[in-house]
């Protein structure tokens, strides 16, 4: 591993000029208005893994913005590890508060300021040094690698969960490495071992075929509004606790061990109320913030309406009222299992007389859990241990990503997360920035990762 | 009377031309730029009441719009009889339906088409036509008569509120006459004795500081539109009946009499469902529907918002949930007693951990109730009855207009309803018309009204 180290430590001033030009494409996969800059930056990455010794490299179509794929695929009897990321950002709004254009990266004080730098652009590039660095030092990986960069990441990978199974052959792998996230801190490790899933819905609330005037009508039928509210009411008890029937059902319980996991990652009551700007917490009894908003589904309105809304009153009982509602699903709930199950409750509590439609929102995903123990997080485990100096937290994220669920069914293999990103980077955010010591230490853990998975068992 | 209803007789075609010259006005009291238009039609009552024998007829100011006003007060010993009508319009919009310009009054099938037509010029100049008619005729008119127009009444009465108190010496009388509504249908006349009063306010609930992650954050803290939707649930059961502590209390319950008058009103149950559009109607167990849309109190949401309303989803819990409510009152309700009651109510079931504020809306009204057998009903009731050849129904309006009730506070005196207008002349929407029948019809009726009420004894 020395002769990779000092090849890595020789070439960082190159390969952050490497970076900053990467960054320079404005990648942005949610306007149309960039789709050839994401095409661009597929194109810099065929090019850079090609140079970096990389075989079969392609630009492969989607249906949307398009996935890079290569391998080098000589390590016989080793087992096989796709590295994955993605080289796509997102948008820059609000533009004005960012101190340099978001697409010219500038360096200072050991950081580089520009969209796409922590997430994902020098997060993935870090993996590819890392490769390049094992065969131009070593004539050889320790294992077999493939890679699968996207370039809709941040839109939701809406074409991966049929591009993934379709091409379950060429990404047939024993282990995924996602170089999409990051650590605790600068000196703590983290594990990302869960993420949450998705269902979402909009309920229609129908009653008159018009707005009516409220003084001559009022109290003689039902307002469309009272019916929703009495239908999201019932969704819930006073303590927060989720009342569909049956959604709890396929929820895995914490075991004991991951209770104490969670329990050993500090959580600062005061301060994450005070950076939410709330007086009290509140959810599901029985269970911690970091449980609540990591291991146990939710059900949440994300939008309401109906009627007047602007300054003022108009006396309408309005025709119409509308709620959108997400669930974030744990495993091993399954998202459509849970929209049927909240739509028959819809039912069940919708009064009579009045016309309640429920229709899906796409953005489905399935929860994701790797065993804390899994081989792949004790080689990780092992890898931050060297580098950090001490054992990595076990985290989870509330969100959802869909590619880590998507893999697993499609390729029966799990996804270790191991990336550098810091929390505090302005990831989504302007002025967001990636530490070039983490672009380094990136480089490095890839390499010693890499070669632990040499023995790996699944 | 002979002579004076000879005397109407013989000057309908002048009278016509008058009302279409009066209606040629565009005096929307709601549009800033229309109000020169308001003046104008001021002016035009001003002088039309002077031309009648009115005198002190003078145009107030109200810090709004102004107040027209008159009297002839030479009939010693007998009641004092106050005639309020508006010469201000609603808006025209949607202008596109109307079948002729709306200030370009057509007259056509025996029917004058304009906006005002019906609300409330046809029917205001009735009143001053009969009075004219009696002065010319008899040289005095059976009882002491004093006018009140005005320009308000299209966007309820914000300064008369003030103007009336203000003016009580002025305005002191025995009985009101409103030539601002209508009867049943062309062969059955109605007694409007009631009007429900209004009482509104805003909930805004505040979570976050700014929207954030429903992955991130989901299930930690209180989302406002969770917080919103329970506390507008409890408001009321399934059944619809209102749960604020003493909502009730105040109400008068309907006697024996008032239940008969209202059932003896002819109400087709598939007709109203068929033109609201909905299956069935729902309210609070053991009234009527006329019941409950006259003489019991509501609480309507007459909006909601809160978090993303577009297409698809945005996954977050949104920082602020907003609702407007309303309440139509009964007597004895009182406005600013029952909003206190919904202020209450709402601080009992607020969670707790999250901002709730309630603010009033403007606009509050009482309720408003004259008995049905009022010396002043009963004479308007003997006018019907001669002039239609049938009692009329009893009946109320489920709406709010301010002024009734301002006028019985401020002036200890009852308002009978007595205009002309029918429910199909498309009062407030495209093709506003009066019926030149019901323009003579009203003439002559408040003729024998005035010369009735000479024996009022209240």
Not at 62 to 71: E, I, K, M, S
Request: contains cysteine; negative net charge; proline residues 7%.
């Amino acid at each position: 591993m020395a002769s990779c180290i000092s090849y890595l430590n020789e070439r960082q001033s190159q390969y952050l000029e490497e970076l900053l030009e990467f960054l320079r494409i404005p990648s942005i996969s949610s306007l149309p208005e960039h789709g050839d800059d994401v095409k661009t930056a597929a194109q810099w990455v065929s090019d850079r893994l090609k140079c970096a010794g990389i075989e079969h490299v392609s630009i492969m179509p989607t249906g949307g913005h398009p996935v890079v794929y290569g391998d080098w695929l000589h390590a016989a009897g080793k087992p096989t590890v796709m590295i994955y990321g993605h080289f796509d950002t997102q948008p820059v709004d609000p533009v004005e508060l960012w101190s340099n254009p978001p697409f010219e990266p500038v360096v200072k004080k050991n950081r580089v300021y520009a969209r796409g730098a922590s997430d994902d652009k020098g997060n993935m590039l870090a993996a590819i040094l890392a490769v390049e660095a094992l065969l131009q030092t070593q004539k050889a990986l320790p294992v077999n690698v493939k890679f699968l960069f996207e370039g809709q990441e941040e839109i939701g990978s809406p074409q991966l969960s049929e591009f993934i199974p379709a091409h379950r052959d060429l990404l047939a792998c024993d282990l995924i490495l996602s170089a999409d996230g990051g650590q605790w801190s600068e000196d703590q490790p983290a594990l990302h071992i869960g993420l949450r899933g998705l269902c979402a819905l909009q309920i229609d609330v129908q009653g008159a075929r018009h707005d009516v005037h409220s003084g001559v009508y009022g109290g003689t039928f039902l307002n469309p509004i009272h019916a929703l509210v009495t239908i999201i009411a019932s969704m819930r008890n006073p303590e927060g606790r989720i009342l569909i029937k049956g959604f709890f059902d396929a929820v895995r319980p914490l075991t004991a061990i991951e209770r104490e996991q969670i329990a050993a990652v500090p959580f600062d009551d005061a301060e994450y109320k005070k950076n939410l700007g709330v007086a009290d917490l509140f959810g599901e009894p029985g269970y911690s913030t970091y449980e609540r908003a990591w291991s146990r589904p939710t059900l949440d309105v994300n939008g309401i309406w109906g009627g007047f809304q602007q300054n003022g009153i108009k006396t309408v009982i309005p025709s119409k009222a509308h709620a959108k509602i997400s669930c974030r699903l744990v495993p091993d709930q399954e998202p459509e299992k849970i929209y049927e199950l909240v739509c028959a409750h819809i039912k069940d509590h919708a009064p009579s007389g009045i016309n309640v439609e429920v229709n899906k929102i796409p953005g489905h995903a399935d929860p994701y859990l790797i065993p804390h123990d899994h081989p792949g997080n004790r080689a990780a485990l092992a890898v931050h241990k060297e580098l950090f100096g001490k054992d990595p937290y076990f985290i989870r994220m509330g969100g959802s990503i869909p590619v880590c669920g998507i893999l697993l069914k499609a390729l029966n293999a799990y996804t270790v997360n191991f990336a550098f990103g810091l929390m505090d980077e302005n990831v989504h955010a302007p002025d967001e920035f990636f530490r070039i010591d983490s672009f380094e230490r990136g480089q490095k853990a890839y390499c010693m990762l890499l070669n632990r998975l040499k023995d790996l068992k699944i």
